[in-house]
């Protein structure tokens, strides 16, 4: 797609949805001797996702895997949505279009696997990593230079704030937040 015309998409984006693995992580899982799970998030995406709360954008997470990190790291970032351990993701995708009365076409979401699929058919603005499946490519209409885990999501965050010109005005919020 020319990116005109995914500038078009993006300006009209008001809720930003991620999966985890594979997107906001690199997709590792990380077992430690007492079965205890970790998750290495990467800074910038994180960031990202504080941008667009600043922007005015809401954001959530659905990932079909449940876990205290990603928890953790939602509440970090002060995700507005975050639904774990569900398979179904286009159902959550349904429910927060009547929540928030949204089209899909306000919707973005980036997703690298099977799971993912569903919510990437109807969102307007849907978004993968270059390493994601052939099947999961394409369904998505921008696939990050990035990959999962090592800043895509502010990659997808960074093109959406830049096409509403919001991009300057969320990181001068960002900076009147830290300097407080």
Request: charged share 25%; no cysteine.
């Amino acid at each position: 797609m020319k990116k005109a015309n995914l500038q078009k998409r993006a300006r009209k984006i008001r809720l930003f949805l991620t999966d985890v693995d594979g997107v906001l992580t690199n997709g590792s899982l990380i077992y430690g001797n007492n079965g205890m799970e970790a998750k290495v998030f990467n800074v910038t995406d994180g960031v990202g996702m504080v941008l667009l709360r600043f922007a005015g954008i809401k954001t959530g997470i659905i990932t079909a895997k449940y876990s205290s990190a990603t928890e953790k790291r939602a509440k970090e970032m002060g995700v507005t949505e975050l639904y774990q351990g569900i398979l179904n993701k286009g159902a959550i995708l349904d429910k927060l279009l009547k929540k928030y009365k949204l089209s899909a076409e306000e919707i973005a979401y980036i997703g690298d696997d099977l799971a993912d699929i569903p919510v990437l058919k109807k969102v307007g603005l849907s978004a993968t990593v270059p390493n994601a499946p052939a099947e999961v490519k394409r369904m998505a209409i921008y696939i990050t230079k990035q990959l999962g885990g090592k800043g895509a999501v502010r990659e997808v965050v960074t093109f959406i704030l830049k096409s509403q010109r919001k991009h300057k005005k969320a990181i001068k919020e960002f900076f009147s937040q830290i300097q407080r």
